[in-house]
């Protein structure tokens, strides 16, 4: 994550109460199908989620626009029968199940934060459009997608395209990763000018790599260029020298060949880690003087010490 607020989310989500608690790897999208013939929702019961921290369950009554027929399992029956089939299936006892289900689907349960508990005074006997009850869902998604989201924050530091793709794989509507990524904006969760900031300090001082590479890879993370070019321009001049000559000192004893077919090799190597051609040109050169020192220096305590053992022979 990009700031302070990561560690009240690594200590408030861990537990019995943590936001990571309850969230599964696949989200059931949301069907507007569902939603079809219900006229209302009436709120039943309002009680604290027995996992899940500032968040409710609130149990709602569907009520169905007048002559409105639901499948059942009785007319099920009947279908199965006009067809013809006389072999029981698995196929056909899922169906049954699954019309079974739909007979006590008067009743649901939503889960939301207590934020939305208030803003929409969720209470007893609270009577909600159908419009609103869509909406509602939809808020339920959002608030699941939040938590997802802070999960996946708690693993290591996002963009916010890295989220939004990898809640799009959970099976997040769209308008739920939009108000979700929305809202960890606004909380400063997450933040890809600092992401970017951080992102390059780290690729050039510890992977010693340079700023056109560095470039390269925050693009592919979904960070704006705007955002990019601010932090490479906040980059130390001499913290991505440092790291090519560094880069240089390792490689050059590795190559083979005379000096003209290491430095080539050196210089292929060089660009290939995104540096500037003004890096490695001075990098090459410091290495390569460095190397013809160490080929000619002779140490002179050496010297003596040789001259002493011939005279005293």
């Known amino acids: 994550m990009y700031n302070s607020k990561s560690k009240r989310l690594q200590a408030g989500s861990k537990g019995k109460s943590g936001y990571n608690k309850g969230v599964n790897n696949q989200v059931k999208r949301i069907d507007p199908t569902e939603f079809t013939g219900i006229a209302s929702a009436t709120v039943d019961t309002v009680e604290a989620h027995p996992k899940q921290s500032s968040m409710y369950r609130v149990s709602l009554q569907l009520t169905y626009v007048e002559g409105y027929e639901r499948m059942d399992e009785t007319h099920l029956h009947n279908q199965v029968e006009d067809t013809g089939e006389n072999d029981w299936t698995d196929e056909v006892d899922a169906l049954i199940a699954s019309a079974a289900d739909a007979t006590k689907a ?55 395209s890295e989220l939004s793709k990898a809640l799009k794989r959970k099976g997040f509507d769209p308008e739920a990763i939009t108000g979700c990524l929305d809202r960890l904006k606004a909380n400063r969760f997450i933040d890809d000018t600092a992401y970017a900031v951080r992102f390059t300090e780290q690729r050039a001082a510890n992977h010693k790599k340079g700023r056109r590479l560095i470039r390269q890879e925050l693009m592919q993370r979904g960070v704006e260029r705007q955002q990019i070019e601010v932090a490479i321009n906040q980059l130390d001049d001499r913290v991505e020298e440092q790291g090519a000559l560094s880069l240089a000192r390792k490689r050059w004893p590795t190559l083979k060949g005379n000096d003209r077919e290491k430095k ?44 002493t053992d011939d005279l005293l022979e």
Do not use: N
């Not at 208030?118 to 938590?147: C, H, I, N, P």
């Not at 090459?284 to 002179?300: A, G, L, N, P, Y």
């Open 264 to 307: 080539q090799k050196l210089l292929g190597v060089l660009l290939r880690r995104g540096y500037t051609g003004d890096v490695v040109k001075s990098a090459i050169s410091q290495v390569v003087t460095e190397s013809s020192e160490d080929e000619h220096w002779i140490d002179m305590d050496d010297v003596h010490e040789v001259i």
């Open 106 to 160: 008067d009743e649901v349960v939503v889960t939301v934060h207590e934020d939305t508990l208030v803003s929409w005074r969720l209470l007893k006997g609270r009577q909600l459009t159908a419009d609103q009850y869509v909406k509602l869902k939809v808020e339920e998604q959002k608030e699941e997608a939040y938590r997802a989201a802070l999960q996946m924050l708690e693993r290591k530091a996002r963009t916010a």
